[in-house]
């Protein structure tokens, strides 16, 4: 026996004792040994298919969500034509790694209403196609939808016929009154839904096209066990769990369940009887000292909601204190460097509706400044009374003015953003700085910036000077990231104000130290230089003494003996 191989044995001896633990606690024991065992063959199926020991190591590259179907030319795949645009156009997206939204067989909500969980749309591709996707970035992140399904799913709609297991659902035989805290949704959590004898009411967090799944039935965990070991197949580095908050049911209760917190334990040890490197992301606001779902046995990472409206408020309307106080607060978080941000997401930008990150005058000015560019806003009822809950337009919009997008500002609050203790994500439309669609029907506002484009207008799209400089700088900045030591993982982060409308945050890895000077405003500024001498890495600028800035400029300070990436 090799060496290799008598290493993996007690890994996935823990797997499996962490995986029966798991699932005792939520099925009891007997339910719960034949379970193992039947995830025990999966895994083992997987295994002989070599996906065992493909690592993902410890770098946590940028992620660009991207829906399947984003790039479309004529009879040719969606998925295909997506990977020869990424190759053809862009030239690869190094060694980022591509989030590709659902591709399951889905009829609705852009592939979360999920009426097949083990197979790819035919109208996208196929998994060969979707595993493809690699050879152009540094790997894929995949969703497992686990909250729900669609109502047009083979085993809800056999329920219905009076069949199949109404317990994989949650299912009542009378209407009833439930709470469930802040809901995006205006519909009623509980639908109506005929069947051959009475009617039932089934549990649609998201609305009526989507009911509920009841993971307190074994054979709803052994599903997305299978699927989340069908997503690893496809080359999943990443796999996010899709609305885990919402997982687990109890009346009266809200999101948040204790044993969501199992059920990502036992997704946890699923995973590492296969491939432990590959990493779980909890859909979920990572607050801290609120560590619900991550640890050593549970998820790697989850979002760092607050970051889009933080970092709005320095760029857009020169509040640059919260940032600078979220920053040095989150220091001390040992899961600090464990949250993904961003500014733009498939849904949008999230609001925290019940715990904005900014206080009332400031939010009211940034909303004001948003406003004023025409930006979409949904709400949600909180308590009674609606709040913004949601910004619904592209990050083109958020960042224009009546002269049209800022491309300066656009620009550098992405440099701000990869230089942040967090893992950075794109929006596929932001790499380029798209605009939103035209003619979105206002009772979808998500619609306006999930606008799918054929070929041939993207390709003429990206060759326009102001969205080809936006993707070279993106580009060149995802690169530079990787190869910039003071961004690693446990490197540290101070942010200060050293000027009004300046941002200065630090990083520093060993002999590396970077010094991140972003101007927020709208006039140059000179500021104390942080290093004897310096060289920016954006730029290639080198000087010593003081920074002189310009409006809305960004730069990436290194010394320059040490300061050529490695």
């Known amino acids: 026996m090799s060496s290799s191989v008598t290493t993996a044995i007690p890994g996935r001896a823990l797997a499996r004792a962490r995986l029966g633990d798991a699932l005792r606690l939520l099925h009891g024991a007997e339910r719960a040994e034949a379970l193992v065992r039947e995830i025990e063959a999966a895994a083992e ?10 690592a993902a190591g410890k770098a946590r590259p940028v992620v660009i969500a991207v829906y399947p179907d984003h790039v479309l030319d004529g009879e040719e795949a969606p998925l295909a034509a997506l990977r020869r645009f990424l190759h053809d156009e862009v030239g690869g997206v190094g060694p980022a790694l591509l989030h590709v939204l659902p591709p399951y067989v889905s009829d609705g909500d852009d592939g979360f209403a999920v009426v097949d969980h083990q197979a790819v749309h035919p109208r996208l591709g196929g998994w060969e196609d979707l595993e493809r996707l690699s050879e152009v970035g540094g790997g894929l992140m995949l969703d497992l939808v686990m909250n729900h399904v669609s109502t047009s799913h083979p085993g809800f709609r056999d329920v219905l016929r009076g069949a199949g297991r109404p317990e994989d659902f949650h299912l009542f035989r009378e209407p009833r009154a439930l709470e469930w805290g802040t809901r995006v949704r205006t519909s009623s959590l509980l639908q109506r839904f005929e069947t051959g004898a009475r009617p039932v009411w089934a549990w649609c967090t998201y609305g009526r096209s989507q009911v509920d799944l009841n993971h307190g039935s074994p054979d709803v965990f052994l599903s997305m066990a299978r699927t989340l070991l069908r997503l690893m197949a496809a080359g999943a580095r990443v796999v996010r769990l899709d609305a885990i908050p919402h997982v687990w049911k109890r009346v009266p209760g809200g999101p948040h369940q204790p044993e969501a917190k199992v059920l990502v334990r036992a997704l946890r040890a699923v995973a590492d009887l296969v491939d432990p490197s590959v990493r779980l992301l909890a859909e979920t606001d990572h607050r801290p000292g609120e560590r619900c779902y991550l640890g050593a046995e549970l998820a790697q990472h989850d979002n760092h909601l607050a970051v889009p409206l933080l970092v709005f408020a320095a760029a857009l309307v020169g509040e640059g204190r919260p940032l600078v106080d979220w920053v040095n607060a989150s220091a001390s978080d040992a899961h600090r460097c464990d949250g993904y941000a961003f500014l733009q997401t ?15 005058p400031t939010l009211g000015r940034v909303l004001a400044r948003l406003e004023c560019a025409d930006v979409r806003m949904s709400h949600a009822d909180v308590g009674g009374e609606p709040r913004p809950y949601e ?41 380029f700085g798209l605009p939103d669609a035209e003619g979105v029907e206002p009772t979808n506002p998500r619609a306006a910036n999930r606008h799918r484009y054929p070929y041939g207008t993207l390709r003429a799209l990206m060759r326009q000077p102001v969205h080809a400089r936006i993707l070279k700088s993106l580009l060149g900045l995802i690169h530079l990231r990787d190869q910039t030591p003071a961004l690693r993982e446990d490197s540290g982060c101070e942010a200060r104000l050293p000027a009004p409308h300046v941002l200065h945050l630090v990083r520093g890895h060993g002999r590396q130290s970077l010094h991140v000077l972003v101007n927020f405003g709208v006039e140059p500024v000179s500021v104390p ?24 400029e960004a730069l990436w300070l290194v010394e320059p003996v040490s300061g050529d990436p490695t």
Not at 346 to 360: F, Q, S, T
Not at 391 to 406: K, P
């Open 45 to 54: 199926g997987a295994r002989a298919h070599g996906l065992s020991g493909r």
């Open 346 to 360: 498939h849904d949008g930008v999230h609001l925290r509706p019940m715990d904005p990150p900014l206080d009332a």
């Open 391 to 431: 910004l619904n337009s592209s990050l083109h919009r958020i960042f224009s003015t009546e002269a049209g997008l800022d491309v300066e500002r656009y620009l550098a609050a992405h440099a701000l953003l990869f230089a942040l203790p967090a893992t950075p994500c794109l929006y596929f439309p932001t790499l």
């Open 529 to 552: 230089a942080p290093l004897r001498e310096w060289r920016d890495l954006l730029g290639g600028r080198q000087g010593q003494g003081d920074v002189r800035l310009a409006p809305a």
